[in-house]
């Protein structure tokens, strides 16, 4: 895949967008901050936004404009993603304790579980995390090397006390986003 197409293809798909698409992202982390001060609400709360994050993120692909409300879409499909994101902790974990390296990896191999949950209503849990395997498997690579392409975003993030996230956030999102998308064509 052609990563700095994928890139290329997410900062013009997020143009005239950034301010609603941080402020969404803003309004997640504060309710996914304060949900974690309560023992287990993040395990539930957190899956829930992800899930609304990707349904987000692939309307605006479509041409769909973002807005506020649509931070709860997740909620409207909380069984499938609440088990989604606990399986994939369990197995993330569960790999971690065989050696950190392997949890790594197959963090990486789960990353798609969420957008193929908002792409398809009718998949289980289990079923969307075995398909981001399978499509992950021989890409797994790409997308660690997608992550640190944005090294340098994080370095400013860093120097300008996190106020370079308001366009980077919505920039990484929309480029995780495409490469789901682009190799979703390739499996095809």
């Known amino acids: 895949m052609d990563r700095k197409k994928i890139k290329l293809e997410a900062k013009s798909i997020i143009h005239g967008n950034v301010g609603i698409l941080f402020l969404c992202a803003l309004l997640v982390s504060v309710m996914a901050g304060v949900a974690s001060s309560i023992p287990l609400a993040s395990f539930i709360v957190v899956p829930c936004f992800s899930l609304s994050t990707a349904i987000i993120y692939l309307n605006l692909f ?16 909380f069984e499938r993603a609440v ?54 498997m021989g890409h797994k690579w790409e997308m660690f ?12 993030g860093c120097i300008t006390f996190g106020l370079i996230y308001i366009y980077a956030g919505p920039y990484m999102n929309a480029a995780k986003t495409n490469f789901y998308l682009n190799l979703k064509k390739i499996e095809k």
């Open 62 to 77: 479509k041409k769909r404009e973002p807005e506020i409300e649509n931070i709860f879409w997740g909620f409207k499909d």
């Open 145 to 156: 090397v997608l992550d640190l392409s944005f090294i340098g975003w994080h370095l400013l």
């Open 83 to 136: 088990i989604a994101g606990l399986l994939m902790y369990l197995y993330t974990f569960l790999w971690t304790l065989l050696f950190i390296i392997p949890g790594i990896i197959k963090s990486y191999a789960y990353s798609l579980t969420q957008f193929i949950l908002a792409e398809d209503p009718k998949i289980s849990s289990q079923d969307a995390i075995k398909k981001s395997e399978e499509m992950m």
